[in-house]
T-cell receptor, first 113, second 111 residues
């Protein structure tokens, strides 16, 4: 296993379009996290899954955002009706026994024009 | 709300010397603290952590110090190496599963 992977690595879209990102965690990791990182800031927590259950969502996750982890393995993050303020790096991380030692993917950089 | 703050956006040190990266937090409920390192085009990687029941944790060249009364933690790297050049994020967590990250400090270690 080569770690957490994210696809696509880059996405350019026009305002108002929907986008979907995928995260494949390390195979035995039952916890999966989504973060957003904007320029000059650290990652901001968006949501967290334990297996297929979405256990926590940040207030940053507006109604336009939805995340799923249908079989407790990969996860998708969808943003509907994208806005320019959604432009950011979207990071996925996974962990196993220790919720704080998280392994991050390389991120998906989103640019909304 | 910035519950975790790294007030120095950048730090430059000479190879072989000590690097000290600082982090302050405001939420007294935080009980677990971590440092992550990030190279360009990669996600952050876990470096070292400390629980609130300790005031020091050491792992090779890396030591994290926690001062709970001051709500301050620091990461010491000694001796610093050029390969340590990266952005370092401080993070903190309470009993919930979300971590709060600082804005990061870019460390440059000059040969």
């Amino acid at each position: 296993d080569t770690g957490v992977s994210q696809n696509p690595r880059h996405k350019i879209t026009k305002r108002g379009q929907n986008v979907t990102f995928r995260c494949d965690p390390i195979s035995e990791h039952n916890r999966l996290y989504w973060y957003r990182q904007t320029l000059g800031q650290g990652p901001e927590f968006l949501t967290y899954f334990q297996n297929e259950a979405q256990l926590e969502k940040s207030r940053l996750l507006s109604d336009r955002f939805s995340a799923e982890r249908p079989k407790g393995s990969f996860s998708t993050l969808e943003i509907q009706r994208t806005e320019q303020g959604d432009s950011a790096m979207y990071l996925c991380a996974s962990s196993f026994l220790d919720p704080w030692t998280q392994y991050f993917g390389p991120g998906t950089r989103l640019l909304v024009l | 709300d910035q519950q975790v703050k790294q007030n120095s956006p950048s730090l430059s040190v000479q190879e072989g010397r000590i690097s000290i990266l600082n982090c302050d937090y405001t939420n007294s409920m935080f009980d677990y603290f971590l440092w992550y390192k990030k190279y360009p085009a990669e996600g952050p990687t876990f470096l070292i952590s400390i629980s609130s029941i300790k005031d020091k944790n050491e792992d090779g060249r890396f030591t994290v110090f926690l001062n709970k009364s001051a709500k301050h933690l620091s990461l010491h790297i000694v001796p610093s190496q050029p390969g340590d050049s990266a952005v370092y994020f401080c993070a903190a967590s309470d009993d919930n599963n979300d971590m709060r990250f600082g804005a990061g400090t870019r460390l440059t270690v000059k040969p």
